[in-house]
Structures are given as C-alpha cells and as structure tokens.
C-alpha cells in the first residue's frame, strides 16, 4: 500500500507555469505507474499525464501535450508535474495517483489503486 501527497497547488496567471509534486510513502515507489488527473468545477475527474516505473516512458492528454511534464524521482518517492502557458480553464483539484498491478499506461481512473487527496490550482485571467 502506498499513501499518496500532493504539494500546495497554487495561484498562477494565465500563461503562467506552476510545478506540482506527489510524495509517495512507503519503499516501493519505483514499482507504481504514475499518474495526474484533474477535476474541474462541475466535470469530471480527467487524465492529464502519467509515467511508467522506471520514468522511460511517459503518455499525455491532447489538450496538456506540449506544455505539460511529467517526471519522477525515485529515490526521492516524488512525482512532478510541470505545467506550462496555463489557461484559466485548467482552474481545477488536482490528483496524483498510483497504479500497482501494471507497467502500461492508461488513461482510465479505475486502472490506478492508489489517489492523493487532491491540490487546488488556480489560473487567473
């Protein structure tokens, strides 16, 4: 079992950059996919980014590709995601979260075991 903790997510302006973290517990941290998904007000829970155990491949939504980052350190237990030119609808919780039974990538929330408890990010106009 892992226990998953975002870091204070934060304010930025449009185009602005924000980095998030996700500190895992636990020694087992190199043996989970990784991923970040974001519900804004009112929607659905949706994939940003996730990264396969060992950091050497990484999958993104259309709509983050090319700006967003995601990365790990693991002999840190820590997942990031650098953000990039944020736009005022990204405004959303965002989550980290493990998956344990697999090496793939999915996009799909009930394929990952383990969720953060979620960071606010705030895009302003």
């Known amino acids: 079992q892992v226990q998953l903790v975002e870091s204070e997510g934060g304010l930025a302006q449009a185009g602005g950059s924000l980095r998030l973290s996700c500190a895992a517990s636990?020694?087992?941290?190199?043996?989970?996919?990784m991923a970040w998904f974001r519900q804004a007000p009112g929607k659905e829970r949706e994939f940003v980014a996730a990264?396969?155990?060992?950091?050497?491949?990484?999958y993104y939504a259309d709509s983050v590709k090319g700006r967003f980052t995601i990365s790990r350190d693991n002999a840190k237990n820590t997942v990031y995601l650098q953000m990039n030119s944020l736009k005022p609808e990204e405004t959303a919780v965002f989550y980290c979260?493990?998956?344990?039974?697999?090496?793939?990538?999915?996009?799909?929330?009930?394929?990952?075991?383990?969720w953060g408890q979620g960071t606010q990010v705030t895009v302003s106009s």
């Open positions: 979260a493990a998956r344990s039974d697999s090496d793939l990538l999915s996009t799909l929330k009930f394929r990952y075991d383990y």
């Open positions: 636990g020694r087992t941290f190199s043996t989970y996919v």
């Open positions: 990264i396969t155990r060992s950091g050497g491949r990484t």
